[in-house]
Protein backbone atom coordinates (compact mmCIF):
# COMPACT_ATOMS: atom_id res chain seq x y z
CA UNK A 1 0.00 0.00 0.00
CA UNK A 2 1.09 3.57 -0.35
CA UNK A 3 3.05 5.13 2.48
CA UNK A 4 1.66 8.20 4.81
CA UNK A 5 3.71 10.71 2.74
CA UNK A 6 2.74 9.22 -0.48
CA UNK A 7 -1.19 9.51 0.39
CA UNK A 8 -0.40 12.94 2.15
CA UNK A 9 1.59 14.12 -1.42
CA UNK A 10 -1.38 12.64 -3.51
CA UNK A 11 -3.93 14.77 -1.77
CA UNK A 12 -5.58 17.35 -4.20
CA UNK A 13 -4.11 15.67 -7.14
CA UNK A 14 -5.95 13.50 -10.15
CA UNK A 15 -3.89 10.51 -10.44
CA UNK A 16 -3.26 7.47 -12.94
CA UNK A 17 -5.10 5.49 -10.32
CA UNK A 18 -7.99 7.66 -10.37
CA UNK A 19 -8.36 8.52 -13.89
CA UNK A 20 -10.42 5.65 -15.18
CA UNK A 21 -14.12 6.40 -14.14
CA UNK A 22 -13.98 9.48 -16.29
CA UNK A 23 -12.48 7.73 -19.64
CA UNK A 24 -15.01 5.01 -18.99
CA UNK A 25 -17.86 7.06 -18.50
CA UNK A 26 -18.58 4.83 -14.78
CA UNK A 27 -21.19 7.64 -13.92
CA UNK A 28 -20.84 6.28 -10.02
CA UNK A 29 -17.33 6.69 -9.83
CA UNK A 30 -17.28 9.80 -11.33
CA UNK A 31 -19.40 10.93 -8.36
CA UNK A 32 -17.84 9.07 -5.74
CA UNK A 33 -14.53 10.59 -7.25
CA UNK A 34 -16.13 14.16 -7.02
CA UNK A 35 -16.91 13.57 -3.24
CA UNK A 36 -13.70 12.79 -2.36
CA UNK A 37 -12.05 16.11 -3.82
CA UNK A 38 -14.42 18.14 -2.11
CA UNK A 39 -13.97 16.18 1.40
CA UNK A 40 -17.26 14.60 1.36
CA UNK A 41 -15.95 11.12 1.07
CA UNK A 42 -12.36 9.37 1.96
CA UNK A 43 -10.84 7.62 -0.83
CA UNK A 44 -11.85 4.21 -0.84
CA UNK A 45 -9.58 1.95 1.25
CA UNK A 46 -8.25 -0.99 -0.48
CA UNK A 47 -6.07 -2.37 2.04
CA UNK A 48 -8.78 -5.59 2.45
CA UNK A 49 -9.31 -6.39 -1.18
CA UNK A 50 -6.84 -9.79 -2.35
CA UNK A 51 -6.48 -8.63 -5.97
CA UNK A 52 -4.98 -5.59 -4.84
CA UNK A 53 -2.84 -6.85 -2.31
CA UNK A 54 -1.36 -9.52 -4.47
CA UNK A 55 -0.68 -6.88 -6.90
CA UNK A 56 1.25 -5.49 -4.54
CA UNK A 57 3.18 -8.59 -3.19
CA UNK A 58 3.87 -9.34 -6.84
CA UNK A 59 5.11 -6.37 -8.08
CA UNK A 60 8.90 -6.48 -6.47
CA UNK A 61 9.24 -9.59 -8.03
CA UNK A 62 8.13 -8.49 -11.54
CA UNK A 63 10.04 -5.36 -11.82
CA UNK A 64 13.35 -7.70 -10.91
CA UNK A 65 12.12 -10.22 -13.58
CA UNK A 66 11.76 -7.38 -16.19
CA UNK A 67 15.62 -6.20 -14.92
CA UNK A 68 17.22 -9.44 -14.85
CA UNK A 69 15.86 -9.95 -18.82
CA UNK A 70 16.16 -6.70 -20.12
CA UNK A 71 19.84 -5.89 -18.27
CA UNK A 72 18.31 -2.83 -16.99
CA UNK A 73 18.09 -0.93 -13.51
CA UNK A 74 14.82 0.63 -13.49
CA UNK A 75 14.32 3.82 -11.40
CA UNK A 76 12.15 6.34 -9.70
CA UNK A 77 10.53 3.69 -8.29
CA UNK A 78 7.31 4.78 -6.54
CA UNK A 79 8.22 7.81 -7.21
CA UNK A 80 4.96 10.84 -7.56
CA UNK A 81 5.42 12.82 -10.73
CA UNK A 82 3.58 16.23 -11.08
CA UNK A 83 2.46 17.42 -14.54
CA UNK A 84 4.94 20.40 -15.41
CA UNK A 85 2.24 22.71 -16.21
CA UNK A 86 -0.84 21.50 -13.89
CA UNK A 87 -0.01 20.84 -10.46
CA UNK A 88 -3.51 18.78 -9.80
CA UNK A 89 -2.13 16.26 -12.68
CA UNK A 90 0.10 13.55 -10.84
CA UNK A 91 0.71 10.14 -10.84
CA UNK A 92 2.67 7.07 -8.39
CA UNK A 93 5.37 5.32 -11.26
CA UNK A 94 6.13 1.81 -10.03
CA UNK A 95 9.40 2.30 -12.07
CA UNK A 96 11.30 4.20 -15.15
CA UNK A 97 12.93 2.13 -17.49
CA UNK A 98 16.11 4.84 -18.65
CA UNK A 99 16.82 3.15 -21.50
CA UNK A 100 13.40 3.14 -23.00
CA UNK A 101 12.24 6.47 -21.30
CA UNK A 102 8.89 5.45 -20.40
CA UNK A 103 6.90 4.15 -17.22
CA UNK A 104 6.24 0.38 -16.26
CA UNK A 105 3.09 -0.42 -14.97
CA UNK A 106 2.64 -3.86 -13.54
CA UNK A 107 -0.49 -5.98 -12.74
CA UNK A 108 -1.35 -8.94 -11.47
CA UNK A 109 -4.30 -10.79 -12.90
CA UNK A 110 -6.64 -14.14 -12.91
CA UNK A 111 -6.15 -15.18 -16.33
CA UNK A 112 -9.63 -15.54 -17.50
CA UNK A 113 -9.87 -12.87 -20.08
CA UNK A 114 -8.17 -12.15 -23.00
CA UNK A 115 -4.95 -9.69 -22.81
CA UNK A 116 -6.48 -7.31 -25.15
CA UNK A 117 -9.50 -7.06 -22.57
CA UNK A 118 -7.06 -6.58 -20.02
CA UNK A 119 -4.74 -4.22 -21.58
CA UNK A 120 -7.78 -2.03 -22.36
CA UNK A 121 -8.74 -1.60 -18.88
CA UNK A 122 -5.68 -0.23 -18.15
CA UNK A 123 -5.47 1.91 -20.86
CA UNK A 124 -6.92 5.37 -19.37
CA UNK A 125 -4.05 4.56 -15.94
CA UNK A 126 -1.32 4.34 -18.72
CA UNK A 127 -1.78 7.26 -20.88
CA UNK A 128 -2.31 9.11 -17.72
CA UNK A 129 1.34 8.58 -16.49
CA UNK A 130 2.43 9.09 -20.87
CA UNK A 131 1.09 12.35 -20.24
CA UNK A 132 2.04 13.49 -16.73
CA UNK A 133 5.88 12.24 -17.77
CA UNK A 134 6.05 13.50 -21.40
CA UNK A 135 6.96 9.51 -22.42
CA UNK A 136 5.39 8.87 -25.64
CA UNK A 137 4.66 4.58 -24.39
CA UNK A 138 3.85 2.94 -21.13
CA UNK A 139 4.82 -0.47 -20.40
CA UNK A 140 2.44 -2.76 -19.05
CA UNK A 141 3.75 -5.96 -17.35
CA UNK A 142 0.51 -8.52 -16.41
CA UNK A 143 0.82 -11.98 -14.58
CA UNK A 144 -1.61 -13.67 -15.32
CA UNK A 145 -2.39 -16.38 -12.45
CA UNK A 146 0.44 -18.12 -12.41
CA UNK A 147 2.44 -17.74 -15.25
CA UNK A 148 5.17 -15.46 -16.52
CA UNK A 149 4.72 -11.72 -16.90
CA UNK A 150 3.69 -10.63 -20.17
CA UNK A 151 4.98 -6.97 -21.55
CA UNK A 152 3.19 -4.82 -23.79
CA UNK A 153 4.63 -1.72 -25.59
CA UNK A 154 1.30 0.83 -25.41
CA UNK A 155 2.02 3.07 -27.69
CA UNK A 156 0.14 6.74 -26.57
CA UNK A 157 -2.55 7.77 -28.51
CA UNK A 158 -3.06 11.37 -29.22
CA UNK A 159 -6.47 11.39 -29.83
CA UNK A 160 -7.10 9.53 -26.47
CA UNK A 161 -5.06 11.92 -24.58
CA UNK A 162 -6.72 14.79 -25.25
CA UNK A 163 -9.93 13.45 -24.69
CA UNK A 164 -8.64 12.54 -21.48
CA UNK A 165 -7.20 15.93 -20.41
CA UNK A 166 -10.57 17.72 -21.49
CA UNK A 167 -12.39 15.19 -19.42
CA UNK A 168 -9.49 15.56 -16.60
CA UNK A 169 -9.99 19.59 -16.68
CA UNK A 170 -13.30 19.91 -16.86
CA UNK A 171 -14.04 17.43 -13.52
CA UNK A 172 -11.35 19.90 -11.88
CA UNK A 173 -13.45 22.68 -12.92
CA UNK A 174 -16.30 21.32 -11.07
CA UNK A 175 -14.58 20.30 -8.15
CA UNK A 176 -13.26 24.34 -7.94
CA UNK A 177 -17.00 25.04 -8.80
CA UNK A 178 -18.82 22.84 -6.34
CA UNK A 179 -21.09 21.25 -8.86
CA UNK A 180 -21.50 17.77 -9.70
CA UNK A 181 -20.09 16.23 -13.08
CA UNK A 182 -22.60 15.60 -15.63
CA UNK A 183 -22.77 12.08 -16.75
CA UNK A 184 -20.46 11.49 -19.92
CA UNK A 185 -20.43 8.50 -22.59
CA UNK A 186 -17.51 6.11 -22.80
CA UNK A 187 -14.20 7.00 -24.33
CA UNK A 188 -13.36 3.62 -26.34
CA UNK A 189 -9.55 2.67 -25.56
CA UNK A 190 -6.98 2.56 -28.71
CA UNK A 191 -6.68 -0.73 -29.81
CA UNK A 192 -3.88 -2.72 -28.20
CA UNK A 193 -1.92 -3.19 -31.66
CA UNK A 194 -2.85 -2.08 -35.20
CA UNK A 195 -3.39 -4.98 -37.63
CA UNK A 196 -1.52 -2.97 -40.12
CA UNK A 197 1.64 -1.98 -38.06
CA UNK A 198 4.62 -2.82 -38.50
CA UNK A 199 7.54 -2.77 -35.74
CA UNK A 200 11.25 -2.90 -35.73
CA UNK A 201 12.15 -4.63 -32.39
CA UNK A 202 15.79 -4.40 -32.89
CA UNK A 203 15.43 -1.96 -29.67
CA UNK A 204 14.30 -3.87 -27.53
CA UNK A 205 16.47 -6.17 -25.14
CA UNK A 206 13.59 -8.82 -24.06
CA UNK A 207 12.98 -9.38 -27.75
CA UNK A 208 16.59 -9.58 -28.43
CA UNK A 209 17.08 -12.26 -25.75
CA UNK A 210 14.21 -14.48 -26.59
CA UNK A 211 14.99 -14.45 -30.23
CA UNK A 212 18.80 -15.36 -29.29
CA UNK A 213 17.50 -18.42 -27.34
CA UNK A 214 14.87 -19.50 -29.97
CA UNK A 215 17.80 -19.71 -32.95
CA UNK A 216 20.22 -21.59 -30.34
CA UNK A 217 17.92 -23.96 -29.84
CA UNK A 218 15.76 -24.63 -32.69
CA UNK A 219 17.77 -27.66 -33.17
CA UNK A 220 17.85 -29.08 -30.07
CA UNK A 221 13.97 -28.93 -29.80
CA UNK A 222 14.00 -31.24 -33.18
CA UNK A 223 16.83 -33.54 -31.56
CA UNK A 224 14.80 -33.80 -27.96
CA UNK A 225 11.28 -34.88 -29.85
CA UNK A 226 12.87 -37.44 -31.90
CA UNK A 227 14.68 -38.48 -28.75
CA UNK A 228 11.40 -38.66 -26.98
CA UNK A 229 9.56 -40.80 -29.86
CA UNK A 230 12.75 -42.99 -30.28
CA UNK A 231 12.85 -44.01 -26.11
CA UNK A 232 9.27 -44.55 -26.00
CA UNK A 233 9.75 -46.67 -29.34
CA UNK A 234 11.78 -48.63 -27.42
CA UNK A 235 9.22 -49.49 -24.50
CA UNK A 236 8.04 -53.17 -23.89
CA UNK A 237 4.27 -53.06 -24.19
CA UNK A 238 4.52 -55.41 -20.85
CA UNK A 239 6.69 -52.77 -19.29
CA UNK A 240 5.14 -50.58 -16.39
CA UNK A 241 8.42 -48.86 -15.98
CA UNK A 242 11.74 -48.52 -18.19
CA UNK A 243 14.71 -46.57 -16.56
CA UNK A 244 18.42 -46.13 -17.74
CA UNK A 245 21.00 -43.67 -18.61
CA UNK A 246 19.36 -40.96 -16.59
CA UNK A 247 15.87 -41.62 -18.05
CA UNK A 248 12.46 -43.37 -17.04
CA UNK A 249 9.59 -43.94 -18.55
CA UNK A 250 6.52 -44.64 -16.91
CA UNK A 251 3.23 -46.11 -18.47
CA UNK A 252 -0.34 -44.90 -16.65
CA UNK A 253 -3.14 -46.77 -16.68
CA UNK A 254 -4.60 -45.18 -19.36
CA UNK A 255 -1.38 -46.91 -21.40
CA UNK A 256 0.16 -43.16 -22.26
CA UNK A 257 3.66 -43.08 -21.73
CA UNK A 258 5.61 -40.15 -19.69
CA UNK A 259 9.23 -39.50 -20.43
CA UNK A 260 10.80 -37.76 -17.47
CA UNK A 261 14.74 -37.71 -16.21
CA UNK A 262 15.59 -40.21 -13.37
CA UNK A 263 15.45 -38.60 -10.44
CA UNK A 264 16.72 -41.79 -8.57
Known amino acids: MLTKTQLEARQGKLTASRIAP??????????????EFIGEAVEEDLSRVWA???????????????????????????????HALHDWAACTLDAWDPVLGCPIECKH??????HEIIAARYQPQMHWQMWITGATRCLLSVIRGADAPIVDAIERDEDYTKEMIKRAQHFMMCVALREPPVEIAPAAPPPLVPPDKVINMTGNNMWAGA?????????????YDEAKTTLKSLMPEDAKICFGHGIRILRDRRGALHVKEDER
Open 22 to 35: LMTGNAEGILRLYR
Open 52 to 82: VRLGEATEALQLAWYEEKNHVILTRRGLLVT
Open 211 to 223: AGVFLETRNFAQD
Open 109 to 114: VGGHEP
